[in-house]
């Protein structure tokens, strides 16, 4: 049992760091916020470097703007690229990763050299792997090596700046498919609450009610549901514009380039958990008669699955704040492969502080989502 002298001694010496971290962290993260609530750069007439800046209050507009102004279509336009750029990126990473993972098991030779080979694009940054993929993936580029040696026609494909979309769907859509997805999910943990009692369906019941609430304080139904629906909204019944949206085929790049540096680390993850299962207990179903397939798939991928949660955790998180490489690659004007992170960066060039704000607390909020869940189940592991 540790001695009251103890605990005090290690309080004051942890002191310092909470300190930084409640001014330096959450204390700019409050900061944040409430520049979000202000108008704070939105105002021609009001400078946002001006020495004497005013700086109103406007509540949730900004985010309004954001979800429902015409003239924000860049942001939803980034948002819908993260996505699609976060389901190829983890999917990709966990997949190639696996498969490197499963092939240095086979006790091939120079598995060092192998090893060291998949980790290093993990020892560049991003601003690195951004700079070497633009090269290589110029219309003439070294992709078309190959074709130019073998005197073939040259093939040239706009990776970065292809205009081409697929997958294609509304936007207007988009608060209608939520809400219906929302309410189904909310029902199952509430009946999961009510019949079992467990509050951390209760919780998330309340963390998903608190989402519904904000995005109909900034009209996100108002604009884009209610008026499907014949109902009236403030400024009367009308229907939005369409806004197509869907997977800008310029983002194949990055997401190759982004695979490409970070697969290695998925491998090290999955060799490690392979390592760790007991030999014994995979000799054991060979005897049994197991296939070679059937022990990695009754044996070693069920006992993966807390490493792949893990993976999938960590490069969701990278994906959904991902910057400088698209900066790197395709800059910061390019529309077709623009994210939150880019946005924020030209709101910010642009002394447009009070939007820049609010893309990021958005996105906090977003990468919040993943993380924290993931952080508090695996304290509560901890603890039991």
Partial sequence: MRSRNDRIIAGIMLLPSVILILVFVYGFIFQTIRTSMTDWGENL?????????????????????????PMQFEFRTSMVNTFFFTI???VGCVFVGFMLALLLDMNVKFEGVFRTIFLFPMALSLVVTGTIWRWLLQPEGLNALPNRLFGLEPYTFNWLSSRKRVLEFDWNDVPMYLTYIGLFILAILAFNYFAKRRWRSMGIVAGLGGILVFLYAVGFWENNIWPQLGIT???GTFIPTPEPKGYQVALSGIVIAAIWQMAGYTMAMFLAGIRGISEELREAARVDGCSEFGVYWRIVLPQLTPVAISAVIVLGHI??????????????????????????????????????SAIAVIMLVLVSLVIVPYLWTQLRSRES
């Avoid at 400078?47 to 954001?66: D, I, S, T, W």
């Avoid at 900066?327 to 924020?344: C, E, K, L, Y």
């Fill in 45 to 69: 007439d009001n400078p946002a470097m001006a020495l004497q800046v005013e700086k109103n209050f406007v509540g949730l507009e900004n985010y309004r703007e954001l979800m429902t102004d």
């Fill in 88 to 90: 190829l990126f983890v």
């Fill in 233 to 235: 909204n403030r400024e």
């Fill in 319 to 356: 994906s959904l704040k991902i910057f400088d490489l698209v900066f790197a690659m395709t800059g910061r004007q390019n529309f077709q492969t623009i994210v939150p992170g880019i946005m924020v960066y030209g709101a910010f060039d642009t002394n447009r502080y009070a939007t820049a």
